[in-house]
Nanobody, 119 residues
Framework: EVQLVESGGGLVQAGGSLRLSCAAS????????IGWFRQAPGKEREGVSC????????YYADFVKGRFTIHRNNAKNTVYLQMNNLKPEDTAVYYC????????????WGQGTQVTVSS
């Protein structure tokens, strides 16, 4: 069974930090790129970051560049999203998803983890 399980969300004050984790199982993790997405209430889902299967390529949306860092540990089948200098507008449910290549459609999705940033 394919699983992507996000964790690490929570409530933090503006300027604070959180580290999200995405633990994968049931598919060849090292062959897949992993992306992070978010969806705020009343808004469409948007892409946040992506890391290639080897970790050699990373992508960041403009609104998180310089604040968020993505990395992966293929030995642990886990991808991390370090989020620093959080802003209230970062409040959303964060999802991780798996795809062959970052620019492709995503095959597998997690259930999401809530991130709330208070002002």
């Amino acid at each position: 069974e394919v699983q992507l399980v996000e964790s690490g969300g929570g409530l933090v004050q503006a300027g604070g930090s959180l580290r999200l984790s995405c633990a994968a199982s049931g598919f060849p993790f090292a062959d897949y790129a992993i992306g992070w997405f978010r969806q705020a209430p009343g808004k469409e889902r948007e892409g946040v970051s992506c890391i290639s299967s080897s970790g050699s390529y990373t992508y960041y949306a403009d609104f998180v560049k310089g604040r968020f860092t993505i990395h992966r540990n293929n030995a642990k089948n886990t991808v991390y999203l370090q989020m620093n200098n959080l802003k209230p507008e970062d409040t959303a449910v964060y999802y991780c998803a798996a795809t062959e290549i970052c620019q492709y459609e995503y095959d597998f999705w997690g259930q999401g983890t809530q991130v709330t940033v208070s002002s």
